[in-house]
Every structure is written in C-alpha cells, then in structure tokens.
C-alpha cells in the first residue's frame, strides 16, 4: 500500500493528497512531525539526535532529528507520536511535549524536492529513558551540550562533541564520545536549526 500525504499550496491550505513519491518528485508542500529530546542533568541541558541507519534510502549514516516522520492523509499532529514509538521505542503522552510552533521547511536535491510544513515540538527530561531502537530507521542515540549545539547552529562553533552509543545490526550496543561537523548531520536548511535552538533556548531561558 502506497502511503499518502495531504498536500498544501503556498498558503499551507490543503489543496489534495498525493503518493509520498508525488510529494517528494513534484515538490508539494506537506505536513510532519518533528520532536527534539532535551535532557537536564545538574542544571545543564542537552539535546539528544539519532544516528540513522545505514539501511535508510535517504542520508544513511548521518545525525538527525531525535524522532520525526511524515504524517499521512488520515492523521493528525497528534498521530506523530507514533514515530517517537517506532523509532526510539518510548511511548510518550501528546501532553508531555512542548510545542515549538511550525517551522517551514524547503530543501532541493538531486533526488527529491522536500518542502514541509513541520510541527515541532520538545520533549524535556531527567534521568535516561530505556531505549529501544527501530534498527532499519535508527543505529545509534548520541547527545551534546545545547549551549554548543546552539552555537554550532549559529556558525560560531563548527564542532560538536556527542557522547551516546551506536547499534550495530546485532543489537549490541557501543558507548561512543565522537566529534562531527556540518557534513555529518542530514542537510537540513541553517535557518531550520537556527529556528529550532532560538526557540528551545527561549523555551528554557
């Protein structure tokens, strides 16, 4: 079954549904959901981003957004939950998560012309949840301190430390502290992480 995606014009007014295939070939604007985890310990926070796998069609092998995913025709933003549940195995609650507003998303590659219309949201913590990777979506859950990862985004920092694990297809698991730049992050637009360290860091400020 193919899935589909409802589709907007300019104005983000539904206008139809097409195939994700015809979404991402024609470039209609369509909906998803995007959730960062950010965890405080001792007063310092730091935000969480998922290795994906290598099996991933698209930017295999590189960090990304905690959880994130399309939603389809028939859901809700609330129905985004879902990939939180997929991908990382942790079963949250709508209420539980902050919003962060709609961040408008447009990137062109040589594959697919990607433009969405994200609802973003944080997920803010203690303690470590009990993870439990999709391993064709996810490899590994790496964080770093959100004061850099801020800084990154702004271009006065062009290397983060992460520190996490990575997952191999076995599911064992290896504890890793690993540097990485711009390239080593999905392609998102700078102004799509910019908006998105602004607004966590007015969230908790």
């Known amino acids: 079954m193919k899935e589909h995606l409802a589709i907007f014009n300019e104005q ?25 985890f950010l965890r405080k310990e001792e007063g310092e926070y730091y935000i969480t981003f998922q290795m994906r796998s290598s099996l991933k069609q698209d930017y ?24 939180v549940e997929e991908e990382l ?19 062109t590659t040589d594959a697919f012309i990607d433009r969405e219309i994200c609802h973003v949201f944080l997920y803010l913590y203690e303690g470590m949840p009990r993870y439990e990777l999709q391993r064709e979506e996810v490899s590994g859950l790496l964080e770093a301190k959100f004061t850099d990862f801020y800084a990154f985004c702004r271009g006065t920092q062009e290397i983060l ?11 064992i698991r290896t504890e890793v502290n690993i540097p990485a730049n711009k390239p080593a992050f999905v392609p998102h637009e700078d102004t799509y992480l910019l908006q998105v360290a602004s607004r966590i860091a007015d969230f908790i400020k």
């Open 161 to 171: 430390i992460l520190s996490g694990f990575l997952e191999d297809t076995e599911g």
């Open 60 to 83: 295999p092998n590189l960090l990304d957004i905690t959880a994130a995913g399309h939603l389809l025709a028939h859901e809700t933003v609330q129905d985004g939950l879902r990939e």
């Open 12 to 36: 983000q007014q539904k206008i139809g549904t097409a195939t994700r295939e015809e979404v991402h070939r024609l470039g209609h604007w369509h909906e998803t959901f995007h959730c960062w």
């Open 89 to 107: 195995g942790i079963t949250l609650s709508f209420e539980e998560l902050h919003s962060l507003g709609v961040i408008l998303y447009n990137v």
